[in-house]
Structures are given as C-alpha cells and as structure tokens.
C-alpha cells in the first residue's frame, strides 16, 4: 500500500505570496491532518480534516487555512506569507478522526521557505 | 492549557540502554505516543499506552503513568540507527487532539 504524499517537496515563496500544499493520505484513511515544524517548536497542529469536514483547529491565524476532497485528498494554502512560516509542512493520515486514532501515518513534508 | 516536557538532548553508548522521559499536563487525556524521526525523514510511530503498564516492542518498551502525568520511552541495545529525534505525543479530547513535545534527539556513539 502506498504510502502518504505530498507535493511540492520543496517550494521557495517570498514575502506576501500565497501557497497551496497537497497531501494524499494512504488509500482508505479518511482523516488527514496538517502539522507545522520548525526548529526547537516540534510539531505544532494546524488543522484536522475528517471526511471533507474540519474536525479540529490549532493556533494559527486564518492565514492558514484547509480542505479535503471526496478522495480524502487534502490542501492547505497559506495566504500572504510572512518569513515566520519558513518551516516543513507535515501532512499526516489515519483511519479514523484523530481523537479515535493515535497511530498517525506521516507524509515526507513540503519544505517552505519564505524570502 | 497543553503542554508536554521531554529534554531536549540524549547521548549513549551503543549497546546500552536509554530512557527518554515525558511529563504532560492536559485535560481529556486517553493515551500518549511515540515516535522517531529520523533527519529529513518523515515521524513514525512507535508505540502507544492509554493504560498505566510498560508496554513492549522488541528494543523499544514505552511506560505510562497516569496518575503522575509521566511517561518514558526505553531503548535497549542501542544501534547507531538508533540516532533520531524522539517525540512523545499526548492524545486528548481537546482541539487539538493530538499534542507533541518539542522533541528529544538523541546520539548514538560508539
């Protein structure tokens, strides 16, 4: 089975640009989540999608903002850009909602740097 | 509020035995997980306890303690492979389901 994708794998933006990320989960998986490292912070949580539905949000600004498709696919999309948001974007994927499943399947991330 | 503790540093000899501690405070707790991450890799998962015990899987055991809010991951025999980031992650029925720590690195020296 394959595993958990995302493209780009690297993306270099400037300041105020927007960015869109993809993830496509390992087939079968319904819930996808989104996950921000950088540094010293670990994994911080952006956003769970659970069947085209937004279960769970972190502490981010609306900036950051989701979906998923009828595939269970999902995009983030970052709106103007600030330096700060330089950081691997780590999509993650799982057979049910994250509250019923602690076995999360992690994607390889997007690299994003912002110039 | 969330928050998990782990150091932030290891080092050990390879073949020896390491133990990589977590303390969380969260309310809705159901489990707290690990997993590695090696450098420019993806976390995998390692392992998960929801109730109080050692659980065991080959070199790595993880530990729960519910009632002290603390949990270790213990790796035997360690390899050079071994060399990751370590992240415990608590598992709760808040906004935000699934809460990492800042990670533990740990090397492996000869």
């Known amino acids: 089975k394959a595993g958990v994708t995302q493209t780009p794998r690297y993306l270099i933006k400037t300041r105020g640009q927007q960015v869109t990320l993809s993830c496509s989960p390992i087939?079968?998986?319904?819930?996808v989540s989104w996950y921000q490292q950088t540094p010293g912070q670990g994994l911080q949580f952006l956003f769970e999608?659970?069947?085209?539905?937004?279960?769970n949000k972190g502490n981010f600004p609306g900036r950051f903002s989701g979906r998923q498709f009828s595939n269970s696919r999902s995009e983030m999309n970052v709106s103007t850009l600030e330096l700060g948001d330089s950081a691997l974007y780590l999509c993650?994927?799982?057979?049910?909602?994250?509250?019923?499943?602690?076995?999360?399947?992690f994607g390889p991330g997007t690299r994003l740097t912002v110039t | 509020g969330q928050s998990l503790e782990q150091p932030s540093e290891v080092t050990a000899v390879e073949g020896a035995i390491v133990q990589i501690n977590c303390t969380y405070q969260?309310?809705?707790?159901?489990?707290l997980s690990w997993y590695q991450q090696h450098d420019g890799g993806a976390p995998t998962f390692l392992s998960y306890?929801?109730?109080?015990g050692l659980e065991e899987t080959g070199r790595f055991s993880s530990f729960l303690s519910r009632s002290d809010s603390y949990g270790y991951l213990l790796l035997q025999e360690l390899q050079m492979k071994d060399s990751a980031s370590y992240f415990c992650?608590?598992?709760?029925?808040?906004?935000?389901?699934?809460?990492f720590g800042k990670g533990t690195r740990l090397s492996v020296i000869a």
């Open positions: 993650a994927s799982a057979t049910q909602d994250t509250v019923s499943s602690y076995e999360q399947y």
């Open positions: 087939s079968g998986h319904r819930s």
């Open positions: 999608y659970f069947s085209e539905t937004q279960r």
């Open positions: 969260t309310s809705g707790f159901y489990g």
């Open positions: 306890n929801a109730l109080d």
């Open positions: 992650a608590v598992l709760n029925s808040g906004n935000t389901p699934l809460v």
